[in-house]
Nanobody, 121 residues
Framework: QVQLVESGGGLVQAGGSLRLSCAAS????????MAWFRQAPGKEREFVAA?????YYADSVKGRFTISRDNAKNTVWLQMSSLKPEDTAVYYC?????????????????WGQGTQVTVSS
């Protein structure tokens, strides 16, 4: 069983930055694909970014968000810059037990509780 705990959400003005963190339990963190998804009110959950050997991004965040990981710390981060009001959502950390470019939420086995990000205009 893997537990994921997100932190770092909050309220920020448009154009600002936030860094989300996700701490994972377990001894095989390095073998997981880690990802961030988000869900805005009234919308379906959508892929934001993932990292296995390298990072993968949704087109809507490419060039503004950066995903990174430290396997020694069992932690993955999402650095968000040039934030827009449309980035407002609950952001979820997710883990897949195999390494790969996974973009769909059904490919992920474990989920965090989510952290709210609100971008004001």
């Amino acid at each position: 069983q893997v537990q994921l705990v997100e932190s770092g959400g909050g309220l920020v003005q448009a154009g600002g930055s936030l860094r989300l963190s996700c701490a994972a339990s377990g001894r095989t963190f390095s073998s997981y694909t880690m990802a961030w998804f988000r869900q805005a009110p009234g919308k379906e959950r959508e892929f934001v970014a993932a990292i296995a050997w390298t990072g993968y991004y949704a087109d809507s965040v490419k060039g503004r968000f950066t995903i990174s990981r430290d396997n020694a710390k069992n932690t993955v981060w999402l650095q968000m810059s040039s934030l827009k009001p449309e980035d407002t959502a609950v952001y979820y950390c997710a883990a897949a037990v195999f390494l790969g470019p996974y973009y769909s939420d059904y490919q992920y086995n474990y989920w965090g509780q989510g952290t709210q990000v609100t971008v004001s205009s």
